[in-house]
């Protein structure tokens, strides 16, 4: 087991390859500054180069995920705040861009507020999100003078529509659990005393699965966003092609054929 520990970041990985990421901040929300997004960057290129990482489970401690930045920082800094809100956006796409190229799964689990470009640009930034019943989402920005950061302008609308997106980003409506799954911001809600046993059903489940073909597919879907289909079908059948020579497909049909469990190396 790997294990490295940030006073805002927590970073653990398992004998399974599971990478449990935790937002460690639950005074404030796990608000985010410049010190905890450097953090929370580090810890994710961590799992990009540890290949013994097979998937990212992704939470945050206390009441909530992530109220998003942290405005108790932003309303100290003054006249300052333009240049230090320059870098906490930059550390902020950095961090979110490098969720987005892991080549693993992230699972992550919502509870309390997911909100601003923090909290509902890591929740964008996601392959696969559960929510509590009583989760709430919102951006927020607006409201405070601000736009949407943290790429949530672009995955937001991947996500939901152009429609759906300027309404959340415009009116700033608190979203509730139930609502954010029906116009596809996340997976699926549970009850809020399942939310941490589904989600670790989920990322234990992935970690099992051929660690290549994860890969491979979610590099697909990603670059795929905004690209006519056609563009799309030489680099699906060189994939495909590719993935044919692996241990794990061959594995895979094996399985198939001999009517038995398959038995995933990641190679």
Request: aromatic share 4%; net charge negative; charged share 20%.
């Amino acid at each position: 087991m790997t294990t490295t520990t940030d006073a805002h970041v927590l970073l653990a990985v398992d004998e399974t390859g599971i990478a449990r990421l935790h937002l460690n901040r639950p005074d404030i929300s796990n608000g985010l500054n410049v010190e905890t997004l450097k953090a929370l960057h580090d810890a994710i290129l961590q799992c990009h180069a540890d290949p013994s990482v097979r998937v990212v489970r992704l939470s945050g401690e206390g009441r909530n995920f992530c109220a998003g930045g942290d405005i108790h920082t932003f309303e100290s800094k003054g006249e300052a705040l333009p240049d230090y809100l320059r870098e906490a956006t930059a550390w902020l796409q950095l961090a979110t861009a490098a969720l987005i190229q892991l080549r693993v799964p992230v699972v992550t689990s919502v509870q309390g507020f997911a909100a601003g470009g923090g909290g509902l640009g890591l929740v964008c930034a996601s392959d696969i999100v559960v929510a509590a019943r009583s989760a709430k989402f919102f951006s927020g920005a607006v409201r405070v003078g601000m736009a949407p950061d943290g790429g949530s302008s672009v995955t937001l609308t991947q996500l939901v529509g152009l429609r759906q997106a300027l309404r959340i980003l415009l009116t700033n409506p608190t979203l509730s659990a139930d609502e954010a799954a029906d116009i596809g911001l996340i997976t699926e809600v549970v009850d809020d005393e399942l939310l941490t046993a589904r989600a670790d059903e989920l990322a234990t489940q992935l970690a099992a699965m051929p660690t290549l073909a994860l890969s491979a597919t979610k590099r697909l879907v990603w670059t795929g966003l905004g690209a006519p289909v056609e563009a799309r079908l030489a680099e699906e059948s060189r994939t495909v092609s590719e993935l044919s020579g692996t241990a794990d497909a061959l594995e895979g049909l094996r399985a198939v054929i001999e009517r038995r469990p398959p038995r995933y190396t990641g190679k």
